[in-house]
């Protein structure tokens, strides 16, 4: 069966510090591969999404940047967080573009 | 732009009560999903409804995908505390040659015991 595993779970940060969050799915392959953001309380925010190795569309500009070195795997990074970069980052993959989505359980960011 | 607008925001109700979140499109869309998050956790794909004038049962939620397939609607008979969390809709929208999911801004439902 497919899993998506998401790392950390909590980070804090100072402001200007770099990060990256890291995402793999197991048990499929060429999955389509998605970053969002959620602030508290709010809703879903697509970020960055995947059709395949080194495909990255920026759906949002920003400080971040998104890569995908290898087919399961998908790498959120910031040169430089910023304090508004906090926020819930959830991973999440999918067979094809627009079905049902898989999340990871998400990275709780406090940017300080 | 394309969107999806989500209501109500907030949802506070008393167990046993019914509850209901509505969804809707500025243009026709070729499926909704419903996704359920629970406090501190990530969202859960429900159902996928696909065709215009769709009603799915799961239990006590009912989805219902309107006749002309721009809203969508998720009513939860005699709510339980386990129903607690965020209840988000989603549909497919073209971005350029791509096609990816566009989720509503969600409705937090509470159950007071």
């Known amino acids: 069966s497919q899993t998506i595993h998401q790392w950390p779970a909590t980070l804090v940060q100072p402001v200007g510090s770099p990060l990256s969050l890291e995402c793999t799915v197991e048990?499929?392959?060429?999955?389509?591969l998605y970053w969002y953001r959620q602030a508290a309380g709010r809703g879903l925010q697509l970020l960055f999404y995947s059709v395949g190795i080194g495909q990255i569309s920026s759906e949002v500009p920003q400080n971040l940047s998104a890569s995908r070195p290898q087919d399961r795997q998908f790498i959120l990074s910031s040169k430089k967080l910023l304090l508004s970069d906090s926020g819930f980052y959830l991973c999440a993959w999918s067979p094809r573009q627009a079905e049902k989505l898989f999340f990871g359980s998400g990275t709780q960011l406090s940017v300080l | 732009g394309q969107q999806v607008m989500q209501i109500p925001q907030y949802q506070h109700v008393q167990e046993g009560e019914d509850f209901t979140t509505y969804c809707n499109s500025s243009t026709t869309l070729s499926n909704i999903q419903w996704y359920k998050q629970r406090p501190g956790g990530h969202p859960v794909f429900l159902i996928q409804l696909v065709k215009s004038g769709e009603v799915k049962k799961q239990k006590r939620l009912t989805f219902q995908f309107g006749e002309a397939k721009k809203n969508s609607s998720l009513h939860i008979t005699a709510t339980q505390t386990t129903d607690v969390g965020t209840y988000f809709c989603a549909g497919p929208f073209s971005s350029g040659s791509a096609r990816q999911l566009t989720f509503g801004s969600g409705t937090q439902l509470t159950v007071l015991p």
């Open positions: 048990g499929t392959s060429n999955p389509n």
